[in-house]
Nanobody, 118 residues
Framework: QVQLVESGGGLVQAGGSLRLSCAAS????????MGWYRQAPGKQRELVAA???????DYADSVKGRFTISRDNAKNTVYLQMNSLKPEDTAVYYC????????????WGQGTQVTVSS
């Protein structure tokens, strides 16, 4: 089993920045992809960003150019640098990791709240 521990969420004004961190532990041998999902009340859960061990990345259209995902393979840690934050970015952000079953991540973090005020 993989455990994911998130940190870095909080309250920030529009235009500001936050950096989320997620440390993986446990059965990490099989982890290739790590990333972030988010969900706001009443809205569909969506993939924000993902990154493979080799550095290949994928972003939601809504965050391209503003968010950057990175990882430290030696520390089994993934980061999400969020710049130029907008109120629309307000959501609970969940760290995720593979392996995947039917394209669904096996492991999920507890979630961290990101609130962007206007």
């Amino acid at each position: 089993q993989v455990q994911l521990v998130e940190s870095g969420g909080g309250l920030v004004q529009a235009g500001g920045s936050l950096r989320l961190s997620c440390a993986a532990s446990g059965s990490i041998f099989s982890i290739n992809t790590m990333g972030w999902y988010r969900q706001a009340p009443g809205k569909q859960r969506e993939l924000v960003a993902a990154i493979t061990r080799g550095g290949s990345t994928d972003y939601a259209d809504s965050v391209k150019g503003r968010f950057t995902i990175s990882r430290d393979n030696a520390k089994n840690t993934v980061y999400l640098q969020m710049n130029s934050l907008k109120p629309e970015d307000t959501a609970v952000y969940y760290c995720i990791s593979g392996p995947f079953t039917a394209r669904i991540p096996t492991s999920w973090g507890q979630g961290t709240q990101v609130t962007v005020s206007s």
